[in-house]
C-alpha cells in the first residue's frame, strides 16, 4: 500500500526518533525527495497528499532501514552537494564535510596572483577539495594524490561529472621522497587525523561507514601525515608558496610547532563555523 508524503514524514520522524531528531528525520525525507524528483522543502509541505509510486514506495522504506542502521544519507543518495557542486560519494569516500568547504573558501580568498597556479592537493578522497579549486581556479594547473584506487575512481568520476581538469595519480605521501617531488604553488591536504582514543566519541553513521583509511592515526603519532607532508612541502613549495591543512581541533599548537621546525612561515589558524580550530594556513620556507 502507498504512502503519503505526509505519512512518510511521520513514519521517519517516529522511526528514528532513537538515532536522530525531528528536523534531522525530515532533512532526510527532503533529501530523499529532491534526489528523486527534486523537490524543494516548500515542495514537500505543499505537496504532503501526493501518494508515493511504486518505485518511490520501495526506495524510501529501503532508505529508511539503512538509515536505522546507521548509513549516511549521502551513500544511500550516492551523491552530496560540496561547494555548490555535486559529488558522487560511496563507501570507499569519506562524505565531504562543511568545514572542508571552509578551508576551499580560505584558499580561494588567499590567491593573489593572476598567473596560474599549480596545486596539488594529498588525499583527495571524491576529489571535492580538488574538483572545487579547479572549477574556481580555471587556469590552474591541478594534481590530486590519493593511495586508493577505489577513491580515485570516485574522484574522476566527479572531476568528469563537473567539467573540471585534474591530475589524479595513485600515490602513498608516506613513501613519497622529497626528490620526487614537482614545484606546486599551493600544497593543500586533509588527511587522516582522527586518532584512535576518539572513536569512542565518534558517531555510528561516520565509525562504521566511513573509510577508516581515511579517518584514523595512531594514538602514538597522531601528526604522521602532517609531518610527511610538511616535509614534502618544503622542497616543492615556490617562493611565498602556500601551505594549507585540514586539522584535528585538539592538535592546532603541535601542528603549528611542526610547521615552524621545518622553516614555514607566519603560521595562522583559523576556526571554523561551530569555534573549532579545524583549518591552518602557512607560507612556505625562505
Known amino acids: 500500500m502507498q504512502s503519503t508524503v505526509k505519512e512518510i514524514i ?58 536505522k542502521n546507521h548509513e549516511p544519507v549521502q551513500y544511500i543518495l550516492g551523491e552530496t552537494e560540496f561547494f555548490g557542486l555535486p559529488f558522487e560519494v560511496n563507501p570507499s569516500v569519506l562524505v565531504p ?34 574538483v572545487s579549486l579547479a572549477r574556481h581556479l580555471p587556469g590552474a594547473i591541478v594534481t590530486a594524490w ?8 570516485v574522484a574522476e568520476f566527479n572531476a568528469r561529472n563537473n567539467e573540471a581538469v585534474v591530475s589524479f595519480v595513485q600515490k602513498d605521501v608516506l613513501t613519497t621522497t622529497p626528490e620526487e617531488m614537482e614545484g606546486y604553488d599551493i600544497i593543500v591536504s586533509n588527511p587522516p587525523y582522527v586518532r584512535e582514543q576518539e572513536m569512542e566519541l565518534m558517531k555510528e553513521n561516520v565509525l562504521n561507514h566511513e573509510p577508516h583509511l581515511a579517518l584514523f592515526v595512531k594514538d602514538h603519532d597522531p601528526l604522521l601525515f602532517y609531518r610527511h607532508i610538511t616535509r614534502l612541502a618544503a622542497v616543492s613549495l615556490s617562493a611565498d608558496g602556500l601551505l594549507f591543512f585540514e586539522i584535528n581541533r585538539d592538535m592546532g599548537r603541535e601542528t603549528v610547532e611542526l610547521l615552524s ?18 583549518m591552518l594556513k602557512a607560507l612556505g620556507p625562505a
Do not use: M
Open 10 to 67: 511521520r513514519q521517519f520522524r517516529e522511526e528514528l526518533s532513537p538515532i536522530y531528531n525531528v528536523h534531522e528525520a525530515f532533512q532526510f525525507v527532503w533529501l530523499i525527495f529532491d534526489h528523486l524528483h527534486g523537490w524543494t522543502k516548500t515542495d514537500l509541505l505543499l505537496r504532503d497528499d501526493t501518494k508515493l509510486t511504486d518505485s518511490d514506495q520501495l526506495f524510501v522504506e529501503n532508505a529508511l532501514e539503512r538509515l
Open 97 to 130: 564535510r562543511p568545514e572542508t568547504e571552509e578551508l576551499v573558501e580560505w584558499i580561494l580568498e588567499s590567491v593573489k596572483s593572476d598567473k596560474p597556479l599549480r596545486i596539488l592537493d594529498i588525499g583527495t578522497g571524491s576529489g571535492c577539495i580538488a
Open 146 to 153: 590519493d593511495v586508493s584506487s577505489e577513491a580515485l575512481k
Open 261 to 278: 621546525e621545518n622553516g614555514f612561515r607566519e603560521p595562522e589558524l583559523r576556526k571554523d563555523l561551530s569555534g573549532n580550530f579545524r
